[in-house]
């Protein structure tokens, strides 16, 4: 019984983290239809920029994130401004073909950069926990990913739906033309989702960096596990990748209590497998699939 | 014929294609500042791809188009509006998933438009006193009278200089497309200039100061619009299109 409330509330926290790694996505695919398969690798390139700034520059993790976020910003306009808003209109292959070239450059320049090794963002909280008590035990990380990743979702959904901004970009998501018509610059709301996109990349980068061990190349997990969010909850909405994801990590840890942690990801992926076939669009999302 | 200096809007030898088929040839006209000026056709006639030529949508193979004596061939449609010029197309095409208050701040959401955006928005809602009303519902519930009246208000709250509205009258019914020019009427009145496009030959003559008539891409009448005898009107608009 303990063993499963603990896998409750651990599963709970893990799905946190998972819907801020997801939310990113989420935004991409619901603003520009968009796959964007580079999603995974941008994150780890935040969690390694951390991790720099930390050892060589300033130790503070939060002014190391800062530094990440200005750096991801100017990283996340030039994909945008100079490649995927070059092609957007062109179809969707294109597009979807320059963010697999851009996962490709990503983690083959940290590999280049950074070498193979395990890296980690250092960080005394993953040692610590919050709460240690009948039994249950809450990991301060795993708090702090939850409560962060609640929050960002929820600056999120309120910068989308109350602000000009917001409005803005949800118009040339919804009617190009009709938006430009009103004179948005339609490709400059695209570049501003991207950089809220790369904002929560880089706070995303910044968490899994602390509370796992990093590779070059462990982007393509964290794009699976994005995209299994995304679509639980439905694409493109923003709570739903918030229930997608506590459903993944749920699923996956419940699942692993019965059955043992080696069947961790294949029990998450069969949850996100009968998901896709009772509901193809998602939980939480009013369109349908073509 | 309007003088060049009369002339808000200027199109010169316009011809534009899509793709191999030409929709457009050699198009010459002028809009008059501060009158409604209508563009009549038939179906197919090009009425549309015009527009968007004008709004920068599609860009013309040869010829220019030049508002208040400034050039915009090739411009970015949301520079073009920028400018000062507001379209309604085709089909209203109201946010639908966004409130009529979202709709209209979406007209405003240029600097300039933004800052008088209180002002427009007493006007608009005394101009349509049924989006007050509604001001907080989804857009997806009006109807299609509604949603044309959004679209305009939407346009309006712009504060163009120029209006153009393509088929506004499309699928509504009589008494609602006598509402709807009645207040194009009153935005003429605040001095704007409008340009109408309509496939109906005396409506879009009883309510324009100025009208060309189109046929397969071509200006085939041009004229006063109470000097338009609408006889032959109606023979350039159809004559033409019996051998299309
Ligand atoms: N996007 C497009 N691609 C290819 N051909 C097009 C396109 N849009 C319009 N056409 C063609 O160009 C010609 C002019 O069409 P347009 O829509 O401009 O006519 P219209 O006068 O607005 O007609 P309607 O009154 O039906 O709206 C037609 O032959 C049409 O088939
Ligand atoms: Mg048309």
């Known amino acids: ?290 | 014929m309007i003088s060049e200096k009369e002339a808000i809007l200027t199109l010169d030898g316009l011809n534009v294609s899509h793709g191999d088929l030409q929709a457009i040839f050699d198009v010459s006209m002028r809009f008059p500042r501060g009158k409604i000026v209508s563009i009549i056709g038939a179906n197919g006639a090009g009425k549309s791809t015009l527009l968007n030529t004008i709004m920068g949508v599609h860009r013309p193979t040869s010829g220019t188009i030049a508002f208040e004596g400034r050039d915009i061939t090739g411009a970015r449609t949301s520079g073009i509006a920028s400018l000062g010029i507001a379209m309604t197309p085709e089909g209203s095409r109201v946010f639908e998933d966004m409130t009529v208050t979202e709709n209209l701040l979406m007209g405003a959401y240029l600097p300039a438009a933004k800052r008088k955006r209180g002002e427009q928005f007493e006007k608009v809602f005394s101009m349509f006193p049924m989006l007050k009303e509604k001001s907080s519902q989804l857009a997806t519930f009006l109807s299609g009278g509604q949603r044309q009246m959004l679209a305009i208000a939407r346009a309006i709250m712009m504060d163009p200089k120029l209006l153009i509205c393509d088929e506004v009258s499309l699928g509504l019914a009589p008494v609602i497309i006598k509402d709807i020019y009645r207040k194009i009427g009153e935005i003429n009145e605040t001095g704007v200039s409008i340009i109408l496009v309509e496939q109906e030959v005396r409506r879009s003559l009883q309510h324009s100061a100025y009208s060309y008539v189109m046929a397969k891409g071509r200006i085939v009448m041009e004229g006063a619009s109470d000097a338009l005898p609408i006889d032959e009107v109606n023979d350039a608009y159809f004559g033409i299109n019996r051998f299309a």
């Open chain 1, 1 to 290: 019984m303990d063993i499963l409330l603990q896998s409750i509330v651990t599963g709970v926290l893990l799905g946190g983290l998972y819907a801020i790694i997801g939310v990113g996505m989420s935004m991409i695919f619901g603003i520009m239809r968009l796959t964007n398969i580079a999603h995974g690798d941008i994150m780890i390139l935040s969690s390694f920029l951390t991790m720099f700034f930390m050892q060589h520059v300033i130790g503070n993790p939060v002014a190391a994130l800062l530094l990440t976020i200005a750096v991801m910003l100017v990283f996340g306009f030039c994909i945008q401004h100079f490649l995927i808003n070059n092609v957007i209109s062109k179809g969707d292959e294109p597009a979807l073909l320059v963010t697999f070239g851009l996962s490709i450059i990503v983690s083959n320049g940290l590999f280049l950069i950074f070498g193979p090794a395990a890296r980690g963002v250092p960080t005394e909280l993953i040692r610590t926990n919050l709460i240690n008590a009948n039994g249950i035990s809450v990991s301060s990380m795993y708090a702090l990913n939850f409560v962060v990743a609640v929050a960002v979702i929820i600056a999120l959904s309120l910068i989308m739906g109350r602000t000009s901004l917001g409005r803005g970009i949800r118009a040339a998501s919804s009617d190009t033309l009709m938006s430009e018509l009103l004179g948005v610059n339609t490709k400059r709301m695209y570049v501003y989702a991207m950089l809220l996109t790369v904002t929560t990349a880089s706070i995303a980068g910044m968490l899994v960096g602390m509370t796992f061990t990093f590779y070059p190349t462990t982007g393509t997990q964290y794009l699976i596990i994005a995209f299994g969010c995304v679509v639980i909850g439905g694409m493109g909405s923003l709570v739903g990748t918030l229930l997608g994801g506590v459903i993944l990590g749920l699923a996956q840890l419940v699942g692993a209590s019965f059955l043992g942690s080696a069947y961790q990801q294949l029990i998450g992926f069969l949850v996100l497998l009968v998901i896709l076939a009772v509901r193809p669009q998602g939980l939480l999302s009013k369109a349908v699939r073509k």
